[in-house]
């Protein structure tokens, strides 16, 4: 891919020319280029974001406090989406975000309506629907990825010594105090390794922006397009070379944090 981001599409006859030249990197940094891996990157950060806010205490609950029949169920639950196909799973949620899905009719039952006309800046009845916002897109995404975020945070919290709680318990420490200098630095390696799958993922992800959202492309709809119906080889992977430095920035930064001795 490197190496055909190098390549150039001749203008005249639309054929590949296999020669060295910066012509692509002058075509992929554009205006409306940028909008796209701006997008892109915000919304992985966005879902990254949130989806440690919710795994944390759901791994906290299973690691401290949960029964060992409870633990199993909460496994199972969090395991049991994944053993369904992606597509059924996105396509599902199509449904439930359609204008005349779920969402639409609790919020008419419950007379919320007029929050979904908020969130969208545009009436829900004859106008777009969650199922072609980035809300809705932010949803699914965070609906299929939180697993991911789950697991190494209760694989991180399950290496905490109860040892170490203890012993800030007996040098007179409040639970909350022990929670945020003890459990919570020793667990955040947890939460840096399931932001690895999470952001990366949504960073590469194609179908469900494509499923679920607008007509604004995001990093993979782009590299699908162009390598597909309009056949631009050398531009589809000079975007791919995007997400790669992406990850690979932020694989440095999650290696110092010690991320990857949770995962």
Known sequence: MLLQSFFYIDEFSGNIVREFSLATYEQLFTHANADIFM??????AAVTIAAALIAFPIAYYMVRYASM?????????????????????VYAWKLILA???????????????????AI??????????????????????LYIWL??????????????PASLTEASADLGATPKQ?????????????VVAGSIFTFSLTLGDYIIPG??????????????????????????AAFTIVPIVIMTIYLTAARRLGAFDAL
């Open 120 to 141: 969208l800046a545009i009436p829900v009845i004859g106008g777009p629907s969650l199922s072609i916002s980035y809300i809705g897109s932010f949803l699914v995404f």
């Open 69 to 89: 029949k409870m633990k199993a169920v909460l496994y199972l639950a969090v395991m049991l989406p994944l053993w369904s196909s992606y597509l059924v799973r």
């Open 211 to 236: 499923i679920i959202g607008n007509s604004r492309p995001f990093i993979g709809q782009a590299v699908y397009q162009l390598q597909g119906a309009a056949g631009n080889i050398p531009l589809a």
């Open 147 to 160: 697993p991911f975020m789950i697991l190494p945070i209760v694989a991180a919290l399950e290496r905490v």
């Open 99 to 117: 204008k005349e899905g779920m969402v639409t009719w609790f919020a008419g039952k419950l007379q919320l309506t007029w929050l979904l006309d």
């Open 39 to 44: 997008r892109t990157t915000l919304m992985a």
């Open 178 to 190: 022990t929670f945020r200098k003890v459990i919570l630095p020793l667990a955040f390696p947890g």
